[in-house]
Structures are given as structure tokens and as C-alpha cells.
């Protein structure tokens, strides 16, 4: 490879993230326009996220999805990603949504914490801070609704931020193995941990419509610009730039259905923008030195 295009795959992979981020940041607006209990919205969206990546991985690779999920990296960052999903709505159940936002945040803490014991990749100086602003910005983002939740729900919550950082640096661990198998065993384990509880037989067309551009266009889409990028970037940097659902998700939502954002969010959402496109801005006038695609620590 150039060291051209060496330079250029860490780019390319924050731009996939970024735009996974915009994806997944459709999921209120989705959530608040169909009439489907959660858990229902929960099955319907792995169904159709299913069904579109085990056909992704159908075409890419001519063979079926199971023949994918006999690799132990692939079945650990399926489970990692279905045990966040669950958790994010068991935790909702239990606390409060400020709780929830709060603790999720701290994933990019976990992921470059993990990155640097486990891989060996150094997380500068100034992504530490931008991390430190970020999630400064979104608790300032739900300050004003904070409120004391329960101890269960503020478990699964971290369960959940630890669980997306773990596979964040199993797919920074591993950018040989194709990931999108494991979200084709993410979104299946989900649906069937929400099967249980939900009613999908009383499910309108309308709303069956938007759960499919829920399932397809918000889950599955997400999840591979997610997977492709994260394998480009230090495991830090993948989960500070996702933090751009967490401020894009509001501003949706006041776009469509006229639901104006309070203070809090507008300036915690201002504080997050701004860290992110600092820390993008010096990344592109900082040269990056031969054999830093990986963002590992040379081999001596």
C-alpha cells in the first residue's frame, strides 16, 4: 500500500463511523412515530436488519450467514453487540433516560482504555480531552431532566456502554475477519430475546413500513459502516465519533415533528460538535507517520 492510501484509511474509516453515527441517530425519530410497544419495536427492527444483512453477506461472500458465526471473534462481537442493544431498553425500563445517556457515554473512556491494554494503541493527549468535552457536553445535554434512577437500571446501562466497547476493540482486534456476520447474530439474538414480550401480530402496515427502514436503513446500514470503518480506526476514536448520534438524534426529532431541544441539549450538543470537529480539523493538518494506519505501537 502507498503511503498515500496508508494515510488515507483512517480517514476513510472516520467518515464510515460518521455516517454510521448518522444512521443510527434516526432511531428516536422512528421510535416516536410508530405506535408499537418497545419491545415490539425491538423484534421488528431485528427482523428486518436480519433478514438485509444475512442477505449482504449472501451476495458478498456466496454462502450462507451460519457458515460465518464458526469463528470465535465473530460469535464474541455478535453477543457483545446484541447484550448493548438489550441492556439499552432494559435499562430505559428501569431509570431514567438521563441516567442511561450518562453512563453510555462513558464507552469511549472504556474503548480506549481497553485499546491501550489490549492492542497496544496509543490514544493521544488531545483525544483524551475531546473525550473529557464530549462527555461533559452530554451531560450538560440532560441535565435538566436528571434524576435519581434505579440501581438496576444504572448496571445494565454500563453493562451496555462496556458491552459496545468491547466489541468496538474485538473489531479493531481482528480487521482480517469480515464482521458482518456478527451483526447478523447481534440483530437475530436481539429478536429473540424480544420475542417474548412482543406483540407483532398487532403491528399496522404503517408501522411495519417504518420499522423496516428502521431494521434495514437505521440498524443494518449502521451497523456495516460501523463494522467496516471501526476496523480502520484506534477502538477511542470509533467510539468518540459515534458519540454523534447522542446530538443528532434530538435535532431529528425537533426537525420533523417540531419538538424544539432545551438549552441543555442545544448547548450540550454545541459542546460535543465543537470537541469532534476540533479533534477532526487537527487530525487532517497532522501527518501521520509511516506505519500508524493501525494505530499501533511499532514492533521493535
Same mark, same amino acid.
Given at each position: 500500500?502507498?503511503?498515500?492510501?496508508?494515510?488515507?484509511?483512517?480517514?476513510?474509516?472516520?467518515?464510515?463511523?460518521?455516517?454510521?453515527?448518522?444512521?443510527?441517530?434516526?432511531?428516536?425519530?422512528?421510535?416516536?412515530?410508530?405506535?408499537?410497544?418497545?419491545?415490539?419495536?425491538?423484534?421488528?427492527?431485528?427482523?428486518?436488519?436480519?433478514?438485509?444483512?444475512?442477505?449482504?453477506?449472501?451476495?458478498?461472500?456466496?454462502?450462507?450467514?451460519?457458515?460465518?458465526?464458526?469463528?470465535?471473534?465473530?460469535?464474541?462481537?455478535?453477543?457483545?453487540?446484541?447484550?448493548?442493544?438489550?441492556?439499552?431498553?432494559?435499562?430505559?425500563?428501569?431509570?431514567?433516560?438521563?441516567?442511561?445517556?450518562?453512563?453510555?457515554?462513558?464507552?469511549?473512556?472504556?474503548?480506549?482504555?481497553?485499546?491501550? $491494554?489490549?492492542?497496544?494503541?496509543?490514544?493521544? #493527549?488531545? +483525544?483524551? &480531552? =475531546?473525550?473529557? %468535552? !464530549? /462527555?461533559?457536553? @452530554?451531560?450538560?445535554?440532560?441535565?435538566?431532566?436528571?434524576?435519581?434512577?434505579?440501581?438496576?437500571?444504572?448496571?445494565?446501562?454500563?453493562?451496555?456502554?462496556?458491552?459496545?466497547?468491547?466489541?468496538?476493540?474485538?473489531?479493531?482486534?481482528?480487521?482480517? $475477519?469480515?464482521?458482518?456476520?456478527?451483526?447478523? #447474530?447481534? +440483530?437475530? &439474538? =436481539?429478536?429473540? %430475546? !424480544? /420475542?417474548?414480550? @412482543?406483540?407483532?401480530?398487532?403491528?399496522?402496515?404503517?408501522?411495519?413500513?417504518?420499522?423496516?427502514?428502521?431494521?434495514?436503513?437505521?440498524?443494518?446500514?449502521?451497523?456495516?459502516?460501523?463494522?467496516?470503518?471501526?476496523?480502520?480506526?484506534?477502538?477511542?476514536?470509533?467510539?468518540?465519533?459515534?458519540?454523534?448520534?447522542?446530538?443528532?438524534?434530538?435535532?431529528? %426529532?425537533? /426537525?420533523?415533528?417540531?419538538?424544539?431541544?432545551?438549552?441543555?441539549?442545544?448547548?450540550?450538543?454545541?459542546?460535543?460538535?465543537?470537541?469532534?470537529?476540533?479533534?477532526?480539523?487537527?487530525?487532517?493538518?497532522?501527518?501521520?507517520?509511516?506505519?500508524?494506519?493501525?494505530?499501533?505501537?511499532?514492533?521493535?
Amino acid at each position: 500500500m502507498s503511503p498515500s492510501g496508508a494515510g488515507s484509511a483512517p480517514r476513510r474509516g472516520a467518515l464510515l463511523v460518521a455516517a454510521a453515527a448518522i444512521c443510527w441517530s434516526s432511531g428516536g425519530l422512528i421510535v416516536r412515530l410508530v405506535g408499537t410497544s418497545p419491545w415490539t419495536t425491538s423484534f421488528w427492527r431485528s427482523v428486518f436488519a436480519s433478514l438485509f444483512l444475512a442477505l449482504v453477506v449472501r451476495l458478498a461472500w456466496g454462502r450462507g450467514v451460519l457458515a460465518q458465526w464458526r469463528r470465535v471473534p465473530v460469535v464474541a462481537v455478535g453477543a457483545c453487540m446484541a447484550l448493548a442493544s438489550t441492556c439499552f431498553i432494559l435499562s430505559l425500563a428501569h431509570t431514567s433516560v438521563a441516567n442511561t445517556l450518562i453512563l453510555m457515554s462513558t464507552g469511549p473512556y472504556v474503548a480506549g482504555l481497553l485499546g491501550w $491494554i489490549l492492542l497496544g494503541e496509543r490514544v493521544p #493527549l488531545r +483525544t483524551w &480531552l =475531546t473525550m473529557g %468535552v !464530549a /462527555l461533559a457536553g @452530554a451531560v450538560v445535554m440532560v441535565s435538566s431532566s436528571y434524576a435519581g434512577g434505579a440501581l438496576l437500571g444504572d448496571l445494565l446501562a454500563i453493562v451496555m456502554a462496556c458491552s459496545f466497547a468491547v466489541a468496538t476493540v474485538l473489531i479493531r482486534r481482528h480487521p482480517e $475477519i469480515p464482521m458482518v456476520p456478527a451483526a447478523v #447474530l447481534a +440483530t437475530a &439474538l =436481539t429478536g429473540l %430475546v !424480544a /420475542l417474548p414480550l @412482543a406483540e407483532p401480530l398487532t403491528t399496522r402496515p404503517r408501522d411495519i413500513a417504518l420499522l423496516a427502514f428502521f431494521g434495514i436503513g437505521q440498524f443494518g446500514a449502521g451497523f456495516l459502516l460501523f463494522l467496516t470503518g471501526a476496523r480502520l480506526i484506534p477502538a477511542a476514536e470509533s467510539a468518540l465519533i459515534g458519540m454523534l448520534e447522542t446530538v443528532l438524534g434530538p435535532l431529528w %426529532v425537533w /426537525l420533523v415533528l417540531s419538538e424544539r431541544p432545551g438549552a441543555a441539549s442545544l448547548t450540550g450538543g454545541a459542546l460535543i460538535l465543537g470537541a469532534l470537529l476540533a479533534n477532526t480539523l487537527v487530525d487532517l493538518v497532522t501527518p501521520r507517520p509511516a506505519g500508524a494506519t493501525l494505530g499501533r505501537r511499532p514492533r521493535r
